[in-house]
């Protein structure tokens, strides 16, 4: 296929160096260009990680952390054990 493209200064003087120093037709050096850089831009974005925000949940009064098994018969009953 024929098409116009317009390439910004700075990359088509790269890639006639490339080019050149591979030996190669420019078109095939752009075309190569073009596909490397095409599956990249065309790939879908990472998702980005899930994150969830800490929050203090404390403990309710009148309970202590000092005795776990008083807590567990409170939170799950005599069958806990």
């Known amino acids: 296929m024929r098409?116009?493209?317009t390439l910004d200064?700075?990359?088509a003087a790269k890639a006639k160096r490339g080019a050149a120093?591979?030996?190669?037709?420019f078109k095939d050096v752009i075309n190569a260009a073009l596909r490397a850089g095409l599956d990249e831009v065309l790939r879908p974005p990472t998702a980005k990680p899930y994150q969830t925000r800490?929050?203090?949940?404390g403990l309710r009064p009148?309970?202590?952390?000092?005795n776990i098994a008083e807590l567990l018969d409170?939170?799950?009953?005599?069958h806990h054990r």
Request: aromatic share 4%; glycine share 12%; proline share 12%.
């Open 3 to 5: 098409t116009t493209l």
């Open 9 to 11: 200064p700075d990359v």
């Open 21 to 25: 120093k591979l030996g190669r037709p």
């Open 54 to 57: 800490p929050r203090a949940l």
């Open 62 to 66: 009148g309970l202590s952390y000092d």
């Open 74 to 78: 409170r939170a799950e009953g005599d």
